[in-house]
Nanobody, 130 residues
Framework: QEQLVESGGGSVQAGGSLRLSCVVS????????IFWFRQSPGKEREGVAN????????????NYAAAVKGRFVISLDKDKNTVYLQMDSLTPEDTAMYYC???????????????????WGQGTQVTVSS
């Protein structure tokens, strides 16, 4: 069964840090992009970061949205089929439900289009207070 299970959300003050984790089923972990998206009330779901789980040194194997670049770091532990999102210097604008997601198909399909997403986690809430 393909699934993604997030954890690590919570409430922090501005300037604080959180680390999100996403355990990905083996059947959808390999040779594709894994994503973090977020969605605030009244806003569209937006891509935050993605990472390529295949092999090779690709220049665009890790990508960030402009709003989080320099503050968030996405990484993966292949032995644990787990993708992390380290979030530092959090601001109230980062408050959202954060979703882990996987591309529908294996292969190099970069970008943050939700049309390429075939699998979603249940989400974990991040709340940043000022």
């Amino acid at each position: 069964q393909e699934q993604l299970v997030e954890s690590g959300g919570g409430s922090v003050q501005a300037g604080g840090s959180l680390r999100l984790s996403c355990v990905v089923s083996k059947t959808i972990y390999s040779r594709r992009f894994i994503f973090w998206f977020r969605q605030s009330p009244g806003k569209e779901r937006e891509g935050v970061a993605n990472i390529w789980t295949g092999t090779g040194n690709h220049q665009d194997a890790i990508n960030y949205a402009a709003a989080v670049k320099g503050r968030f770091v996405i990484s993966l532990d292949k032995d644990k089929n787990t993708v992390y999102l380290q979030m530092d210097s959090l601001t109230p604008e980062d408050t959202a439900m954060y979703y882990c997601a996987a591309a529908t198909y294996e292969g190099w399909i970069p970008g943050f289009s939700v049309n390429n997403i075939g699998f979603w986690g249940q989400g974990t809430q991040v709340t940043v207070s000022s």
